[in-house]
């Protein structure tokens, strides 16, 4: 097993509930889009009387043509109307892996190796698309200074479920 004691798993028991706003970026564009996404998703929830629960996110699922789907907001405290691209979502349930990342965004790759690694070597299977909680403010002097949380959510097959070894 490889030593990856960055990784902390989490269960999380229900679905949380979500304000994203959705659309297909190129890997260029989602810094701008994010941006973007964050502001309108704030000012649909504020004019809805929601609260913000937590840092924004952004969840990807990586497209065969070098661009990105990805749902980007924020989580709440209730529903929301859907108003223009803002909409409710949620984050499913389940067992999770997480790491923080310090530093740049563009270094991230080893990260995300880290965490199929760590769910690999503890019986899982990597389910659903990962997500980035952004945990700083992005300071375009420093990049370094970024701390983002990546979530992978992934299934453990139950013993019950597993054929013997010696069959």
């Known amino acids: 097993m490889a030593d990856n004691s960055r990784v902390v ?42 609260q913000i629960v937590g840092p ?7 497209r065969g043509d070098g661009r990105f789907d990805v ?6 405290s209730g529903y929301i109307w859907t108003v223009d ?13 997480t790491v923080v990342r310090e530093g740049a965004y563009e270094e991230m790759v080893p990260d995300y190796a880290e965490l199929t690694a760590w769910v690999r070597d503890h019986g899982g299977t990597p389910h659903g698309d990962a997500w980035e909680v952004y945990l700083t403010e992005p300071d375009p002097d420093d990049p370094s200074a970024a701390r983002t949380q990546i979530v992978q959510p992934y299934h453990v097959e139950s013993a019950a479920g597993r054929a013997p070894a010696n069959q």
């Open 9 to 50: 798993p989490v269960e999380v028991p229900h679905p949380e509930r979500t304000a994203v706003v959705s659309g297909t970026v190129a890997e260029p564009r989602i810094g701008e889009f994010l941006g973007q996404a964050f502001r309108a998703v704030s000012q649909v929830v504020a004019q809805q009387g929601v």
């Open 56 to 62: 924004p996110f952004a969840r990807y699922h990586r």
């Open 71 to 76: 749902e980007a907001g924020f989580p709440v």
């Open 85 to 97: 691209a803002v909409r409710s979502s949620v984050l499913p349930p389940g067992t999770r892996a």
